[in-house]
């Protein structure tokens, strides 16, 4: 499987962020945060690991010392 194609499921998602559920789609409806897919006819909701590791990526890099 190609890693930057690789699919993460919301839990998942909580502990490589360690953001809750409803943090998650606070920022998602924000806009500030990767967005959501849904798959196999909108039963099973997914993220793409590569945009959250570089969404992890990019708070680390802005964060205040």
Do not use: C
């Amino acid at each position: 499987m190609n890693y930057d194609h690789q699919l993460l499921r919301r839990k998942q998602v909580e502990e490589l962020t360690t953001l809750s559920r409803s943090t998650i789609y606070r920022l998602m409806d924000k806009g500030e945060f990767p967005k959501s897919k849904a798959i196999l006819g909108g039963n099973i909701v997914i993220w793409v690991r590569k945009e959250i590791e570089d969404w992890i990526k990019d708070q680390v890099d802005t964060a205040v010392a």
